[in-house]
Nanobody, 118 residues
Framework: QVQLVESGGGLVQAGGSLRLSCAVSGRTFSSGVMGWVRQALGKERQFVTSTTWGGFNTDYADSVKGRFTISRDNAKKTMYLQMNSLKPEDTAVYYC???????????WGQGTQVTVSS
């Protein structure tokens, strides 16, 4: 079993920054992907970014490219999402997720709210 716990959400003004963390416990991964998915109120979940746990491949949604950076610390079993130049449209609940690929997220965190004020 895998547990994912997010932290670091909050309220920030447009143009500001936040860093989210996702701590992994239980079974660890040597393959597959981890990433972030967000869901704004009344909208479907949206892919944000992903990284391979055992390698260095990353992928970003076009809407966050150049502003968000995903990283991980395998020794600490923690994944991060650095969010810069935040916009009101980034407001959402951000979920940490893991699985064999980005089309099959097997594990989810509880989510953390990010609110960007204009």
């Amino acid at each position: 079993q895998v547990q994912l716990v997010e932290s670091g959400g909050g309220l920030v003004q447009a143009g500001g920054s936040l860093r989210l963390s996702c701590a992994v416990s239980g079974r660890t991964f040597s393959s597959g992907v981890m990433g972030w998915v967000r869901q704004a109120l009344g909208k479907e979940r949206q892919f944000v970014t992903s990284t391979t746990w055992g390698g260095f491949n990353t992928d970003y949604a076009d809407s966050v490219k150049g502003r968000f950076t995903i990283s991980r610390d395998n020794a600490k079993k923690t994944m991060y999402l650095q969010m810069n130049s935040l916009k009101p449209e980034d407001t959402a609940v951000y979920y940490c997720a893991a699985g064999p690929n980005v089309h099959n997220w097997a594990y989810w965190g509880q989510g953390t709210q990010v609110t960007v004020s204009s």
